[in-house]
């Protein structure tokens, strides 16, 4: 179902569905950058359509609705532990199409890894996606054409923005309802289809080779900071933390907290020994965990080209550029 919404009759639908979701979008969160005098764009609680960000790409994605930063698994006593109640108001996030096929990379690891993880079931069984369509080649640092998430259909709801009207494309029936009002329009999604970045993907990786590479030597100027994994919108990684109360230290919460490969302590193991003590041999880790070894399992690319890990970096140091320089080294990619 197609139709189109002036912003004032799309704002009304909102409202109408903020009775049963909590919408987010990506916000401006003015003076929060990472440097004086800029803005942080990340993910908040949305009543209108004017508190989205259109113009910019966020720094952080929708992950951290899906999947909280810190998160208590249970409380404990001596005698017993309880489960914390689960949030029962649904959500709908307004997303990218790179961020809607990141959602699933997320999802292969919590759902369908052996296991599935049932806190993390419990949250996404209650989410619903509104694809925004992106404007030209996207942003500076995108690569979506390259990872072949450019694209989706896999969508409740699909927007489009033009001519101050809101274009929408409606594929769940439970909302067919709510938009039923609008006038009947025919339109396509605004989709990318080349990026200024283009990324070549080496087609055979073998491992034993890369991992000898003296390319790896370059990276050993990553100071561990953990940021371009903090806001990949596949990274999934975790740690446990329990929290022993002061007033009673018998009882307290266990957490599952986001963690970083490429932090101080991530393979530290009984004894003190780490697996990589060398910052490059983290970034070496991380990249072939993205472009290689995830492949292997669940037959798509785990990293969806969104470029964050390249934007955020305080040491300028280039995943696309790495990846590019792996390629060719492996016969993939020429000048
Ligand atoms: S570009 Fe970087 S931040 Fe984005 S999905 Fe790939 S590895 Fe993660
Ligand atoms: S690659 Fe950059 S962002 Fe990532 S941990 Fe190293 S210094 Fe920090």
């Not at 049963?20 to 004086?36: E, N, R, V, W």
């Not at 619903?128 to 998430?149: E, H, N, R």
């Not at 070894?293 to 970096?313: A, H, L, N, P, S």
């Amino acid at each position: 179902m197609k139709k189109s919404f002036t912003n004032k009759e799309f704002n009304e639908i909102l409202s109408i569905l903020s009775n049963d979701y909590d919408i987010y979008a990506p916000i401006t969160l003015p003076y929060k950058g990472t440097f004086s005098d800029t803005d942080s764009i990340k993910y908040g609680k949305i009543s209108n359509i004017e508190e989205i960000n259109l113009n910019n790409k966020s720094h952080y994605s929708a992950k951290e609705i899906l999947l909280p930063i810190t998160q208590t698994l249970f409380y404990f006593t001596e005698k017993e532990f309880i489960k914390p109640k689960i949030k029962t108001k649904k959500s709908l996030i307004f997303l990218r199409s790179c961020d809607l096929h990141s959602v699933n990379r997320v999802e292969n690891i919590y759902l369908h890894n052996k296991y599935s993880d049932e806190y993390y079931k419990e949250v996404r069984d209650k989410v619903k996606f509104i694809v925004m369509g992106c404007p030209g080649q996207g942003w500076d640092s995108c690569f979506c054409a390259s990872m072949g998430t450019n694209k989706t259909e896999m969508y409740n709801i699909g927007v489009k923005f033009q001519d101050n009207k809101i274009f929408v494309d409606v594929k769940d029936q439970d909302f067919k309802e709510v938009f039923n009002n609008g006038v009947d329009s025919e339109f396509e999604m605004e989709f990318v289809t080349s990026n200024k970045e283009v990324v070549t993907i080496p087609e055979r990786i073998n491992e034993d080779e890369v991992i000898n590479f003296e390319m790896w030597r370059d990276y050993d100027r990553c100071i561990a900071c953990g940021r371009c994994n903090f806001v990949c919108p596949t990274c999934t990684c975790f740690t446990m933390q329990d929290i022993f109360y002061k007033d009673n230290e018998k009882n307290g919460e266990r957490r599952r907290v986001w963690a970083s490969c490429h932090v101080d302590g991530f393979t530290t193991m009984a004894g003190g020994h780490e697996f990589r003590k060398k910052t490059g041999d983290r970034m070496r880790f991380k990249v072939l965990h993205k472009i290689s070894d995830y492949k292997k399992r669940f037959g798509v690319q785990m990293c969806t080209g969104c470029g964050r890990c390249e934007d955020i970096c305080p040491e300028y140091i280039s995943y696309i550029n790495c990846i590019n320089k792996l390629a060719k080294k492996l016969g993939d990619k020429n000048d």
